[in-house]
């Protein structure tokens, strides 16, 4: 395998935001690395924090994009599990320390020595670059099948948002069709959720803070009730009617409103981030033995699980494809949750590296 290829990606040089073509050299292919010629790639919110630097974190020049569908160009001499032509899949971590209690458990996304898709860097010093990019190089360990029933487009929202959903509805044994599932927020991840929820026979309450989006959750996404938050009659009418809830705000907001919605036994389960601490009444779970857990995207084995089933039960993910050029205007739009419910960049057709010439290198 070359040791070196110079590709271009879409970087952010500041915390601007702004994102522009990049020239780079890939790090060395190794042994165990599969070299993917990327197809599509999801947007996902965290990008957005990313290139802005919300998190405090990004170090520049950064090539965002953790929902990555490629094609496999090159494979190392000790892979097993990849073929050259290939459709595959890279989620959000391209490494992990594959010797710790979370990785013996097939766990990687909870290692502490985790190396995040794009932001981080490999153990020989090189930065990770995403996938607004025409190649990556990743760890076989960290890269999937895309089914081929599963149009390319489609997988791409999985492999972050998708997974995000699917591995807590397995954890907390969420798969059984007598369950009756929330969905509090519906963005890009609640609604993957609904569609998984659905996927295994559950009954799908969404539950958001306007009647906006009902026609759109009943009738396209196939939930079966609509709650509006502030509408005191009507989380009364649901309380203590939910198996689980899955929170997807990334943000703060009260936990007592829909702690209320739980059953004995019911399970509130955070999948958003918020900077500022949570405070809810602990006589709310105790008179319920309810639960408050959190989830964290999901495992190596959960992605490709994710991608299964929704081959096999054909779901479809509410997407816009758009171009590369077209970045920087779906940043903005992403930013005002002008969105329903997820971009997905065609990078392929965008021909970065017949580019090069209109690049920057650093």
Request: glycine share 10%; with cysteine.
């Amino acid at each position: 395998m070359e040791p070196e290829r110079c590709v271009t990606g879409w970087a952010a040089r500041d915390s601007s935001g702004h994102l522009s073509p990049y020239n780079y050299t890939l790090r060395n292919a190794g042994p165990h690395d599969v070299v993917l010629r990327v197809i599509y790639c999801g947007i996902c919110h965290t990008d957005l924090h990313q290139i802005k630097n919300d998190l405090g974190i990004s170090q520049y020049p950064l090539v965002p994009g953790h929902e990555v569908v490629g094609i496999v160009t090159e494979i190392g001499k000790e892979v097993e599990k990849f073929k050259i032509g290939e459709h595959v899949g890279v989620g959000c971590i391209v490494g992990s320390c594959k010797s710790c209690n979370a990785c013996g458990e097939k766990m990687e996304q909870y290692c502490s020595k985790r190396i995040w898709t794009y932001n981080d860097v490999f153990p020989d010093g090189r930065p990770t670059r995403g996938g607004f990019s025409s190649s990556m190089v990743v760890d076989q360990m960290f890269v999937v099948h895309i089914p081929e029933n599963l149009p390319l487009e489609q997988a791409a929202p999985l492999l972050c948002a998708g997974v995000t959903v699917y591995s807590p509805m397995k954890h907390f044994a969420m798969t059984d069709p007598s369950k009756r599932c929330g969905i509090l927020g519906l963005g890009g991840v609640g609604h993957i959720g609904v569609k998984i929820a659905k996927a295994f026979g559950l009954h799908v309450t969404v539950i958001s803070s306007s009647d906006s989006k009902r026609r759109e959750a009943l009738e396209v996404l196939g939930a079966d009730e609509y709650i509006v938050s502030k509408d005191t009659t009507q989380m009364q009418a649901a309380t203590g009617s939910l198996d689980c809830i899955l929170d997807t705000i990334p943000g703060w907001h009260p936990l007592e409103p829909y702690i209320s919605l739980l059953k004995i036994n019911g399970k509130l389960i955070m999948l958003g981030v918020s900077k500022e601490p949570f405070t809810f009444p602990s006589n709310r779970l105790v008179l319920g033995r309810k639960s408050i857990a959190g989830s964290f995207i999901g495992s190596m084995e959960e992605t490709q699980e994710t991608l299964n089933l929704c081959a096999e039960k054909q779901v479809a993910c509410q997407i816009e494809i758009v171009g590369m050029e077209y970045l920087n205007t779906a940043m903005e739009r992403l930013d005002k949750n002008d969105v329903r419910y997820r971009f997905v960049v065609d990078v392929a057709a965008s021909n970065l590296d017949d580019n090069q010439s209109l690049s920057s290198s650093y």
